[in-house]
């Protein structure tokens, strides 16, 4: 067993895809100019930041031994109503509260589906993502960028301020994962939801709520790409709700699965997340300096996705008995 | 009689564990021949040896006078050897037709053609059958049918059945039997697995005991009784580990009262109490819906909602459609089955027993404190003697004692009234054994109501104070573990 090897315990997926973080970082930095300029940094955490609150929405879903492959059209549905609202009159506060609503809903939606319904995540979200956007879109939405408009300066005021020189995307960020790892670690809930993903079966034999403890994942997960949103559309100064035909769920699987949340539950946590937004930063925003296309760049986070999941394999052997679990 | 089968010192073990001993067999041509024995006795493994499902480690089989070379349950399908299992391998969305010429089709498969084909195949095997019904839509009797038809069109010799009447209604079984009939008319030779003693001296020709992984005795089945039969399943030397019970406790306090209990086939109308300082055993065997009850009773399954009959614990009716509050109220229940839902294997053993307290929301702090999870460890491992290489070890990686040993003292952690053992010493090292045996011993002297669910009859006799037996879905029976004898209680577990 590896782990019983102390040399092999130091090589974890986390420790590797920092030190890969680094590497990359020092590698782009030797490289290509104006790469280590602070407004470049910058640009590095800010473009992280929304994706990792996504991801750490995904990450509490996937510790749960769940996926969420709707949070993309969760973020984008409800934070293009909230703006629709405001264009429409309606007072900061009442939008804010009546799409918190329907955030929640919707994390019920899923949770009821998967818990209740025992449809299995992967088919209840990608079903629930393509429902959400289509209805909202067709139905509610007439155009596909809706800005914040003019009358709602708090939010306009909201992207450009700034808390020790930091945008207020990167705050949330921080706050975000600060507030999920004390939940995590220290919180009933949070460790139920590790036991949960390690053993389903023996963590609910043994009295623990499994079905309410998934809805509330779903409902976390829901919140988070709403927050993801907002943050999103105060830098942005708009909602493109295009973005739920890009690549972007499949890089908050990218950042969750490279920062080492195994895919078969009760493993790895909040540091894995900004483990992996980081690598996935950097990566990202050395390729767009780089100036490769779309296609490139796609190529490139395949490989080392496939890299990350055949290492986890091999770091994280699994048994006989978790396979024929499934691991989703 | 000419032999068309025969076992020579057929040996197999798995993980150094001898499953079939030097066993030696013959099966004639033509003979129905019944395979008996306890749960573990080796009888599957031995049939599967048969079949070539396993490569033997020793000794040789004999097919029609030549050795067999085992290479496979589909080359012995081919060379006339065929295997029904008790979960068919038959394909639910296709028809009836389609699963008799699976595997056999031509390049061009017309639909109309095999249903002709099948249709007139069925009849002359005078199954009643209609090849164009989709397999899903069959009863279990009808599904073992086509399982049969399959065998016998590819010319199977002989056909072994594992448990085939296990599943089946009363009526499903006497077409079965007429099934078994008319196959040994057409000169098929036989094998087949049962639990039921009426069924295998009716039935069959022949009888073999098997018992520990040997063979203990073969004989004509007119020259059998059931109480033979059962001494031979039951007679080893009782008991080198156990010594039985030479005093039991009295009954204290009625804790659980079930009375009537159903829950769809697997537990039928069953009714029994438990009562506080006492270690009631329940013995049965595999399929006698011995784990389900306990399962009802912990709120892992839910009895019938209609004519669920009722259960009462600690003097109020109570139905829980979780385990939670169950475990809440005191109730208990230890897994037979560790590994799928006993312990984190993730997790170290600290976390292991942490997570019994924090279910039962018996913490001191309302949030995880990781030093009440290290001195909650040290007080536990101390306990039941958890032995271990450094606390941080993972679950997984301790022994099948240590294992166990977690998973109880995880559940001794919620602070149960009632607690239930399902096989408490399964996959368990010997010192274990005993270890597991004086604790539970303990809690009932401590006051605990104690249900030990296990079918290894000398575990029962040297735990047990009353000794129940559970048969086909309920309990049938209920002994005192110093005047009934291992054979009384087998025979109440088989009849």
Do not use: C
């Amino acid at each position: 067993m590896p782990s019983n090897r102390p040399l092999l315990r130091i090589f974890t997926q986390e420790t590797i895809v920092l030190l890969m973080a680094v590497v990359l970082f020092a590698g782009f930095a030797v490289a290509l100019d104006g790469f280590t300029a602070p407004a470049n940094l910058l640009n590095i955490v800010r473009s992280v930041s929304v994706l990792g609150i996504l991801a750490a929405g995904m990450g509490i879903v996937v510790i749960g031994r769940g996926i969420d492959l709707s949070m993309v059209s969760i973020m984008v549905v409800t934070v293009a109503i909230q703006l629709q609202l405001l264009q429409a009159g309606w007072s900061l506060w009442s939008a804010t509260a009546i799409v918190a609503v329907i955030t929640v809903g919707l994390g019920l939606m899923n949770g009821f589906m998967v818990a209740y319904a025992g449809v299995s995540a992967l088919f209840a979200t990608l079903a629930s993502s393509a429902f959400v956007f289509g209805f909202v879109r067709s139905q509610i939405l007439t155009q596909d960028v809706i800005y914040i408009p003019e009358t709602a300066g708090s939010l306009l005021w909201l992207g450009k301020a700034r808390l020790f020189d930091l945008p207020l995307d990167v705050i949330v960020f921080l706050a975000v994962v600060l507030i999920a790892l004390v939940l995590l670690r220290w919180s009933r809930p949070g460790r139920f939801l590790y036991l949960m993903g390690d053993n389903f079966q023996a963590a609910r034999t043994m009295g623990i709520p499994v079905r309410p403890l998934i809805v509330a994942s779903f409902v976390a997960s829901a919140v988070l790409a709403w927050l993801a949103g907002i943050a999103s559309a105060v830098s942005l100064q708009s909602m493109n709700t295009r973005l739920v035909n890009s690549a972007l769920l499949y890089d908050v699987v990218l950042v969750v699965v490279i920062g080492g949340i195994g895919l078969s539950g009760g493993k790895g946590g909040m540091r894995n997340v900004v483990v992996g937004a980081l690598l996935i930063g950097i990566l990202l925003n050395g390729m767009t300096i780089l100036n490769l296309p779309n296609i490139h760049q796609n190529l490139i986070k395949a490989l080392i996705l496939l890299g990350a999941i055949i290492l986890d394999g091999q770091l994280n052997p699994r048994d006989e008995q978790t396979s024929q679990q499934g691991d989703i | 009689m000419t032999s068309i089968l025969q076992a020579r010192a057929l040996t197999k073990a798995f993980h150094g564990n001898v499953a079939v001993d030097a066993v030696d067999f013959d099966l004639h041509a033509g003979e129905v021949h019944a395979l008996l024995g306890e749960n573990g006795a080796g009888k599957s493994t031995f049939s599967k040896l048969l079949a070539g499902v396993y490569p033997p480690e020793g000794g040789e089989i004999l097919y029609l006078g030549k050795p067999l070379q085992a290479d496979g349950p589909a080359e012995m399908l081919r060379r006339g050897i065929a295997m029904v299992y008790q979960e068919t391998s038959l394909v639910p969305s296709m028809t009836v037709a389609q699963n008799l010429f699976l595997g056999h089709e031509k390049a061009f498969n017309r639909l109309r053609g095999i249903t002709i084909a099948a249709q007139q195949f069925l009849q002359s095997l005078n199954f009643t059958v209609d090849p164009t019904a989709l397999v899903s839509s069959l009863g279990a009797a009808k599904r073992q049918m086509v399982e049969i038809a399959r065998a016998v069109r590819l010319n199977a010799k002989v056909i072994i059945f594992d448990e085939p009447t296990a599943t089946l209604t009363p009526e499903e079984r006497r077409h079965f039997f007429s099934l078994i009939n008319r196959l040994r008319s057409r000169g098929v030779a036989i094998i087949f697995i049962t639990h039921a003693l009426e069924e295998a001296l009716q039935m069959s020709d022949r009888i073999t005991v098997m018992r520990d992984g040997k063979r203990v005795l073969t004989e004509n089945a007119g020259d059998l009784t059931q109480g033979r039969i059962v001494q031979a399943m039951v007679g080893r030397e009782l008991e080198t580990e156990f010594s039985p019970r030479s005093e039991t406790r009295p009954a204290g306090k009625r804790v659980l009262s079930v009375e009537d209990v159903s829950m769809g086939t697997l537990v039928r109308n069953t009714s029994f109490s438990v009562f506080a300082g006492q270690v009631t055993g329940l013995f049965g065997l595999v399929g006698s819906g011995r784990t389900e009850t306990a399962k009802i009773i912990a709120g892992v399954f839910k009895r019938d909602f209609l004519r669920g009959g009722a259960i009462a614990y600690e003097g109020r009716p109570v139905r829980y459609a979780t385990p939670g509050p169950a475990v809440a109220d005191g109730i208990v229940y230890v897994t037979e089955d560790r590994k799928l839902e006993g312990f984190f294997e993730n997790m170290s053993i600290a976390e292991n027993l942490y997570a019994g307290l924090l279910a039962a929301g018996l913490n001191r702090f309302p949030f995880v404190s990781i030093a009440e999870m290290k001195s909650l460890a040290e007080v536990w491992t101390d306990k039941l003697a958890i032995r271990s290489i450094g606390g941080e070890a993972r679950v997984v990686e301790l022994s099948g004692g240590n294992q166990q040993k977690v998973v109880i003292g995880k559940a001794l952690i919620q602070k149960p009234r009632l607690i239930i053992f399902d096989e408490p010493t399964r996959g368990v090292d010997v010192g274990a054994v005993a270890e597991i045996h004086a604790l539970i011993q303990r809690l009932a002297d401590e006051g605990l109501a104690v249900v030990v669910i296990s079918s290894y009859l000398p575990e029962i006799l040297a735990l047990s104070d009353r000794i129940l037996v559970a048969r086909q879905g309920r309990v049938v029976e209920e002994f005192s573990p110093t005047d009934a004898s291992s054979e009384d209680i087998m025979y109440a577990a088989v009849h």
